[in-house]
């Protein structure tokens, strides 16, 4: 059984700092894409950040410059490292796998505050 398991998530003022983690088990991620989306409410999901097997990287215009993503394969982790953080940036997040389908974790609670 596949499982994301987010975490790092909080309330923290704007121009403060987050890390988030994703602890994957049931795959190695070493064969996906995996990447971090977000949610805020009255929105769709929306890509964040994303990271391939070889480590080439995307982001979201809003986040770039900001947030930083990073995958362990030998961990089997993936780590969203947020910088100067704004209340637009409030949103649940959400860790993503792709291995022949998606899956995806619980999500996790960040609030940034003005």
Known sequence: QVQLVE???GLVQAGGSLRLSCAAS?????FGVMGWYRQA???QR????????GGNTNYADSVKGRFTISRDNAKNSMLLQMN???????????CNIRVLRDYWGQ???VTVSS
């Open 107 to 109: 999500g996790t609670q």
């Open 7 to 9: 975490s790092g998530g």
């Open 84 to 94: 100067s953080l704004k209340p637009e940036d409030t949103a649940v997040y959400y």
């Open 46 to 53: 929306e890509l964040v950040a994303s990271i391939t097997p």
């Open 26 to 30: 049931g795959l190695r991620i070493s």
């Open 41 to 43: 409410p009255g929105s």
